[in-house]
């Protein structure tokens, strides 16, 4: 079985195992459009439709929603026992890693939908170029998958992890989470120029973090 085929069965067992139970994804669009309206609230209305503003408060939701999700998915893999299965097999710890990010932005995919709509709706926002924010959406939920995975791999072991994975995955998205919010606010207003500039800022982040996440992840989960 080649790298990419066994990525694809953990990517696919991962989506199998959400759809099956699916706490994880209710719980992060649940907790995605609670966090929107309520960042909206405090703003206040008025505050919270300008476009950078209402970006802002959609990423650093999808952010704590992508670290709920990760989190569920590793716990469900310790209370099952899978893990230690599966990182013994030839490419294990890799494929366990590629799989991970490619179910956890698939996941993060819908609840990005389902947080934007909820978004563009409660906060009657503008759409100046739906495809350019389509493309930052998608290329900022693919930056988020990899740094989160990592960070839930790092503390997987500790008994703290639940406080942790937070402390260490923020500060290190402040940068994609700075980049999909500006991307998405010139989107929103009409500026194709930013929007692809930071979207291929996006793209950089998501290729540089993979990279990484190979390089750390089969060391870390031992």
């Known amino acids: 079985m080649t790298g990419l085929a066994r990525v694809g069965l953990v990517a696919s067992r991962e989506l199998s195992a959400e759809r099956r139970q699916p706490d994880g994804a209710v719980a992060a669009v649940t907790f995605v459009a609670v966090l929107v309206l309520l960042e909206s609230l ?33 716990d469900r893999e310790l209370d099952d026992d899978a893990l230690d299965a599966l990182v013994v097999l030839p490419g294990g710890r890799d494929a366990l890693f590629g ?10 995919g819908l ?4 947080g934007g709509v909820l978004s563009l709706v409660l906060l009657d926002l503008p759409l100046a170029l739906p495809v350019h924010v389509v493309l930052v959406v998608v290329l900022g939920v693919v930056a988020l998958a990899p740094v989160v995975v990592v960070d839930v791999v790092l ?31 010139a989107a929103l207003t ?4 930013a929007a692809l500039a930071w979207s291929g800022i996006l793209l950089a982040f998501a290729l540089v973090y993979g990279v990484v996440g190979l390089t750390i992840v089969p060391a870390a989960i031992e």
Request: glycine share 4%; no cysteine.
């Open 42 to 74: 405090v703003v206040g209305p008025s505050r919270a439709r300008d476009a950078t503003v209402a970006a802002a408060l959609f990423w650093i939701a999808l952010a704590f929603a992508a670290i709920v999700v990760a989190m569920r998915s590793f």
């Open 155 to 185: 503390a997987l072991r500790l008994r703290a992890r639940a406080a942790l994975v937070p402390i260490l995955a923020l500060p290190v998205l402040v940068p994609q989470l700075v980049s999909a919010t500006q991307g998405a606010a």
């Open 111 to 114: 609840v990005a939908l389902v």
């Open 190 to 193: 009409g500026d194709a120029t």
């Open 99 to 108: 799989g991970k990010v490619l179910a956890l932005a698939a996941t993060l």
